[in-house]
């Protein structure tokens, strides 16, 4: 990922059954729990709050898992 993603930007990333897509819902700026783990973001390492397209199901990932895909017209 280069460039920094906001709250609403369309993402996608690689899981064990694929890429998948989704959408960005929140910035993690501090360390966080989150479904039984431990996400030590921080302002300088934020990390994002992603909710699947398909499934509505959400997780936390490092930027760097991201890449923002272009919006669909």
């Keep these: 990922m280069t460039e920094k ?3 609403g930007d369309q ?7 694929g890429k998948t ?3 960005v ?3 993690i700026t501090e360390p ?6 431990h996400f030590e973001a921080s302002e300088e390492n934020p990390e994002y ?3 699947t397209s398909k499934s509505h199901k959400e997780a ?8 923002k ?5």
């Design 11 to 17: 993402v996608e990333w690689n899981t064990s059954g």
């Design 5 to 7: 993603l906001k709250k």
């Design 49 to 51: 709050l992603v909710e």
């Design 60 to 67: 936390i990932h490092k930027p760097e898992q991201l890449k």
């Design 25 to 27: 819902k929140d910035i």
């Design 32 to 37: 966080t729990d989150f479904k039984h783990h």
């Design 21 to 23: 897509e989704g959408e």
């Design 69 to 73: 895909v272009k919006e669909k017209k």
